[in-house]
């Protein structure tokens, strides 16, 4: 098939879906600023992993913190939603997509508009303490003094997003898995599919029946594996092609 008969292809299954879901990783947000963390260029290529690591962060917190706050507050802070954010977002409000199961912790696609999201590995916008469980916004004056410390116990606070050596949040972990249960249709869009345990997801997902639409520059470890329709290129303009097919004046089952 050509590019564009692909892009049709996802289209009409996208259509058809009893119930589609997006699944995204850290390709996605690279438009938007945010590199990704593994490969030439990643974030771990700049900086030391092991800020991210539970027992250095407990041991070490104002070491692990002056690297957190720089990537994952000061840096993160800038990125706003891309095209492929905002696509996401109109199919969901078009009820053409049930929402998105994301690994990323930006929070860009509700800053796009999307309702459902299931944060697999939480968010960078709020705090927790782990020894009270105290939340806060992760607003700049929090950041005034490092490490932050909670207001409650005075124990130093966390982000609230997934470190290593951390467990996924239970009902993420269970919202995303019963997605696995019932969507019919994924687009998987930015993910290498080598992090475990979420690229577990859409592996489950195949083996229930779904359709697998991959959106990434290059292939994954889902490629030739549980794709079926392979879309090769930036996450915003394959994205942007596929909104443009669905809502084009031609565009109906019969053309496939």
């Not at 990125?79 to 109109?90: C, G, I, K, S, T």
């Not at 020894?131 to 005034?144: Q, T, Y």
Request: glycine fraction near 8%.
């Amino acid at each position: 098939m050509t590019d564009q008969q692909l892009v049709e292809n996802a289209a009409f299954r996208l259509q058809r879906a009893e119930r589609a879901i997006a699944f995204t990783g850290a390709g996605i947000s690279v438009e938007s600023g945010i590199p990704p963390f593994r490969g030439p260029g990643g974030l771990w290529s700049k900086y030391d992993p092991s800020c991210l690591e539970l027992e250095y962060f407990l041991r070490y917190p104002l070491e692990a913190w002056m690297v957190i706050k720089e990537i994952f507050f000061d840096y993160f802070g800038e990125a706003r939603p891309n095209m492929a954010h905002q696509v996401f977002a109109q199919l969901e409000k078009e009820e053409l997509l049930a929402g998105v199961i994301t690994q990323n912790i930006d929070h860009l696609h509700q800053l796009a508009g999307s309702q459902y999201v299931i944060e697999f590995h939480g968010n960078n916008q709020y705090l927790i303490c782990l020894n009270c469980g105290h939340r806060v916004k992760a607003a700049p004056s929090v950041f005034e003094h490092l490490p932050p410390m909670c207001v409650e116990c005075g124990s130093v606070l966390k982000p609230d997003f997934v470190f290593y050596g951390e467990g996924i949040p239970e009902t993420s972990f269970e919202r995303a898995y019963a997605e696995a249960q019932q969507a019919d249709v994924w687009l998987v869009a930015g993910t290498t599919g080598e992090v475990m345990p979420a690229c577990g997801i859409p592996i489950e997902a195949k083996r229930n029946g779904a359709t697998i639409i991959e959106i990434n520059i290059s292939p994954s470890e889902f490629t030739d594996t549980i794709t079926d329709i392979f879309l090769r290129g930036k996450a915003s303009e394959v994205l942007g092609e596929l909104n443009v097919v669905l809502h084009g004046p031609l565009f109906s089952p019969v053309n496939i």
